[in-house]
């Protein structure tokens, strides 16, 4: 087992910041902890790396208990949303900073920090400072660094929290096919569902200090195991009592046995996709999403009248 | 262009005028009577003793104000905020009552300096006692410079290194220390100047003892007490020339952290 978690306890003061968590993340995963923000995963996060310690319950990394050992011996790596760069210097130093710690030969090191320096595409900055290089990479520099010693799991708190959107996404991208390469176990913090089902082979929903859920993205999105779940991770509409994905629904002119009314109050299309919008008998809000090509076939306008139904199947 | 007018008339009267006067009084007669004079025995005595209490002061300031910082900032603990405002307090203070504090703990009649001079180790009317009551006053000189650096550059950089395998020594040596080193250096050079020129203080607990306890600011006094002006204008110009380099080193040092 790469990381074990049992029965973690966290509070700040009167705030609970974890209840009795127990989580298992399997050898060379790649995992998201994914949650609201002040739900608790990035204590979870520093907890495993030895940077807050649990009130209550143990960790255990690669089989070993590591609960009472302190940051430097869990052989971690850790990333930190705003880099950590050491700033005074040279992006080759910080990447080496690990092996100079643990006193590898200098060739070594130098061999190491190269080839690592390439693996994240910063061989032509080694010589530069922090300062000179843009978010993602700095972001990728640490990573390196965190990389460097082989440490036996890396562990990202919302690594790309505080990049643009767009490199964000080529990041996600690069952190994928590097953990496809590298396959070091990898835990990684989120409030981002797209980034979380994109990146992750298992996802672990925590909210209000409690683990939701865990499972594969494709789990949690068709089968969660609450609303909390559901709603996190995609959109949702209520049908009567229950909630649905608004994709999931189906517009017909049969009241059939399940059928509710409702009438169209507006249709918006974002290009592929149309929103309609409706109101039922009780003067519910709900909607539905389908194709273009599906809305022209039923010729949906305000006003007319349709009953909805989950799609079966 | 009257403010201009005024701030210049007030630094010339203030600042340049008294300076520039002991300059001219000093070389009056050439420098050999300068050098004479500074060359005496007394005066080079009181030249070694404001070493010798400077820079033992800007060594216990520098270890115990970077400490201080470490803890103020990295630490939440019952009584930081006193302690945070104690820090304060010798820039508050007279340092003539900080020189009278000191005699009330470690003075001969006290049981403290007692049981210290029954051990051979006397700390008022020697050099124990003006280090003491240097440290005492230049006590913020560091801690104030470091502390926004400190709290600038956040723990995260510290927990990288931790995480890195680097020991809470190497995480200092290695990632802190780099990261404060100009505020630490204008810490120390303000501290080298207030030691160099410290006198009240200085003067209450050293008992003034001429070639034994007299520094280079209570020769000056001194000398001009007892009409031995040249004397004590050619220290004076001394301590101000000294006083200008350190303001150099200062000027240049900002300039370094601003980079």
Redesign the interface.
């Known amino acids: 087992m790469g990381i074990t978690v049992r029965g973690v306890s966290k509070r700040f003061g009167t705030f609970a910041a974890l209840e009795d968590v127990s989580v298992d993340i399997p050898t060379g995963s790649l995992t998201a902890l994914l949650g609201p923000s002040g739900g608790g995963k990035s204590t979870l996060l520093r907890i495993i790396a030895g940077l807050e310690s649990p009130d209550e319950g143990a960790v255990q990394i690669d089989g070993r208990d590591s609960t009472s050992l302190p940051p430097q011996r869990r052989n971690v790596g850790f990333v930190f949303q705003h880099y950590a760069a050491f700033k005074h210097m040279t992006v080759a130093r910080n990447v080496a900073f690990g092996l100079e710690i643990r006193k590898r030969p200098k060739a070594d090191v130098a061999r190491r920090v190269k080839e690592l320096l390439d693996l994240v595409h910063l061989g032509q900055f080694a010589d530069r400072y922090p300062a000179q290089l843009s978010g993602g990479q700095r972001q990728r520099m640490a990573l390196a660094r965190a990389l460097a010693p082989q440490p036996d799991v890396l562990l990202l708190d919302e690594p790309f929290g505080a990049l643009d959107a767009q490199v964000r996404k080529e990041l996600r991208d690069w952190l994928r096919r590097l953990h496809d390469e590298v396959h070091v176990t990898t835990v990684f913090v989120t409030h981002d569902q797209e980034e979380a089902m994109e990146v992750a082979d298992e996802i672990v929903v925590i909210n209000h200090g409690r683990v939701e859920q865990i499972g594969p993205p494709d789990e949690l999105y068709d089968k969660p195991a609450s609303d909390f779940v559901m709603t996190f991770l995609g959109p949702v509409t209520r049908l009567g009592d229950s909630l649905v994905r608004p994709h999931d629904l189906r517009l017909s002119t049969e009241p059939g046995a399940d059928g509710v009314a409702a009438v169209v109050e507006r249709v918006v299309r974002l290009g592929f996709e149309v929103r309609v919008d409706l109101i039922d008998a009780y003067g519910s809000a709900l909607w539905v999403q389908m194709t273009r090509g599906e809305a022209e076939r039923l010729s949906i306008e305000p006003g007319s009248s349709w009953f909805v139904r989950t799609a079966t199947g | 262009m009257l403010l201009r007018g005024v701030a210049l008339a007030y630094v010339l009267l203030l600042l340049a005028l008294p300076v520039g006067l002991v300059a001219w009084r000093t070389f009056e007669h050439g420098a050999a009577p300068v050098w004479r004079a500074l060359s005496s025995h007394a005066a080079r005595h009181a030249l070694a003793i404001t070493a010798e209490v400077a820079t033992a002061a800007v060594i216990l300031n520098t270890v115990f104000g970077v400490g201080l910082a470490l803890l103020l900032v990295r630490r939440r603990f019952p009584g930081r905020g006193l302690l945070d405002a104690v820090t304060d307090l010798p820039l508050a203070v007279s340092p003539v009552v900080v020189g009278l504090a000191l005699i009330l703990v470690y003075g001969h009649n006290t049981g403290l300096g007692g049981w210290l001079a029954g051990r051979g180790i006397s700390i008022i009317f020697a050099l124990p006692g003006m280090v003491l009551a240097t440290v005492f006053v230049s006590l913020p000189l560091v801690v104030r410079e470091v502390t926004p650096v400190l709290e600038e550059?956040g723990i995260?950089?510290e927990?990288?290194?931790?995480?890195?395998?680097?020991?809470p020594g190497?995480t200092f040596r290695?990632?802190t220390l780099?990261?404060i080193r100009w505020a630490l250096a204008y810490g120390v050079v303000l501290t080298l100047a207030r030691g160099l020129g410290e006198y009240g203080a200085v003067a209450v607990v050293s008992g003034r003892i001429v070639g034994k306890t007299q520094t280079a600011t209570l020769f000056v006094e001194e000398r001009y007490q007892n009409f031995d002006q040249p004397a004590a204008y050619a220290m004076a110009f001394a301590l101000a020339a000294t006083a200008v380099v350190i303001l150099l080193c200062i000027n240049l040092l900002r300039h370094q952290a601003g980079d």
């Not at chain 2, 927990?159 to 020991?167: K, M, V």
Request: charged content about 10%; glycine content about 6%.
């Open positions: 550059i995260e950089q927990q990288a290194a931790w995480t890195l395998g680097a020991s190497q290695r990632v780099p990261a």
